[in-house]
């Protein structure tokens, strides 16, 4: 923790972009493996095996450069991306900026990526069985019809990726939130669930939707209502929130929040779709995770599996193991013999 708290003392004095990338430049490098697991929290998520539930969430790795070397810190999956269909440059900069106190982070990136062609070369051809990849697909900003952006991104990576999540979320694209309610979600899953049935029946990889934190609780019960009734397969909540509520800022900064003051929301959030879809699907919960409490937290409220990414900047590698030994050490202490036994055990189903 030491040489982390060094390394990020001199990284913090930069851009967060370019300690991003002199981030990702390192881990390039990376030969240490941190591959302790636990038997209890070893588990089958949409038919793969997951050797833990800890993962780190889309935005990290954007462009697939360093996927490999993000399972040497003992992560259970990765997922990739925001990929969008064509490369784009995401919204002007300065456009990441640091709350050191809040331990968070708002960003107006705008799904920056390489694109699909780029990004689905570094990917295998095939499915990795040992390694469970995810891909994030988006839209681009500019696009005529965000619809045939996401059936893009279910052609392309049906049949390498471990699942695909479509991240209709992003506070950072104008109208793209829009996808979540009702009359545009309907079309939108039929879209692509015609791209799956006609190119990829047999290798269907399970499909997630991100939803955001901000969507009104009417808006979420009608969105649980059509992914229970289309046959998607998970939920991810949540993404960044817009929400300043929890902060105490002199100036107003745009973007999507994230770190620590997004816990509450989004544990909220999934409690609440965990209850409406009566924990007949995977959720994974995104949102503020710095500790094995607070990941704990969150599979009681309903999540199978989590994602972090803020936390990790701010704490650094070591955070992954210590999440996973502190989840088994709880998971034994309150007397479960395994993970799946815990999840939504604080949720009360009506």
């Not at 695909?164 to 829009?178: E, K």
């Given at each position: 923790m030491f040489l982390y708290n060094l390394i990020k003392f001199f990284l913090f004095l930069l851009d967060p972009e370019i300690s991003h990338r002199i981030t990702i430049f390192l881990l390039r490098f990376s030969l240490k493996k941190n591959n302790k697991e636990f038997a209890n929290l070893k588990n089958i998520v949409f038919g793969l095996r997951f050797n833990n539930p800890v993962g780190i969430a889309a935005g990290f790795d954007k462009n697939a450069e360093i996927y490999k070397q993000l399972f040497h810190l003992g992560f259970g999956f990765v997922e990739v991306g925001t990929v969008t269909p064509q490369p784009q440059s995401g919204n002007p900069k300065p456009r990441v900026f640091r709350l050191k106190k809040e331990e968070a982070i708002i960003n107006s990136l705008g799904f920056n990526s390489e694109g699909f062609e780029a990004i689905k070369i570094r990917l295998p051809s095939k499915r990795d069985i040992d390694q469970i990849v995810g891909v994030n697909i988006g839209a681009n900003?500019?696009?005529?019809?965000?619809?045939?952006?996401?059936?893009?991104?279910?052609?392309?990576?049906?049949?390498?990726?471990?699942?695909?999540?479509?991240?209709?979320?992003?506070?950072?694209?104008?109208?793209?939130?829009?996808?979540?309610?009702?009359?545009?979600?309907?079309?939108?899953?039929?879209?692509?669930?015609?791209?799956?049935?006609?190119?990829?029946?047999?290798?269907?990889?399970?499909?997630?939707?991100?939803?955001?934190?901000?969507?009104?609780?009417?808006?979420?019960?009608?969105?649980?209502?059509?992914?229970?009734?289309?046959?998607?397969?998970?939920?991810?909540?949540?993404?960044?929130?817009?929400?300043?509520?929890?902060?105490?800022?002199?100036?107003?900064?745009?973007?999507?929040?994230?770190?620590?003051?997004?816990?509450?929301?989004?544990?909220?959030?999934?409690?609440?779709?965990y209850r409406l879809t009566k924990g007949s699907i995977p959720l994974i919960g995104v949102g503020g995770i710095d500790s094995a409490e607070k990941a704990y937290e969150k599979i009681r409220n309903g999540a199978t599996l989590v994602q972090l990414y803020t936390g990790l900047v701010y704490n650094g590698p070591e955070l992954v193991a210590n999440i996973k030994e502190g989840l088994s050490d709880l998971l034994e202490r309150d007397g479960f013999e395994n993970i799946s036994n815990a999840v939504g055990i604080d949720v009360k189903i009506k």
């Open positions: 900003k500019e696009s005529e019809n965000f619809i045939e952006d996401y059936k893009k991104g279910i052609e392309n990576f049906s049949n390498c990726a471990s699942y695909i999540t479509v991240n209709i979320s992003s506070p950072n694209t104008p109208g793209l939130r829009d996808l979540q309610l009702i009359e545009n979600l309907n079309d939108l899953i039929k879209n692509i669930n015609d791209v799956i049935e006609k190119n990829h029946n047999d290798a269907r990889p399970p499909i997630l939707l991100k939803i955001a934190p901000d969507m009104e609780e009417e808006d979420i019960k009608s969105l649980c209502s059509v992914v229970l009734s289309k046959g998607i397969d998970g939920i991810i909540i949540s993404n960044t929130t817009l929400d300043r509520s929890k902060l105490n800022l002199n100036e107003d900064i745009s973007g999507g929040l994230s770190g620590a003051p997004l816990f509450e929301l989004s544990t909220y959030k999934l409690n609440l779709v």
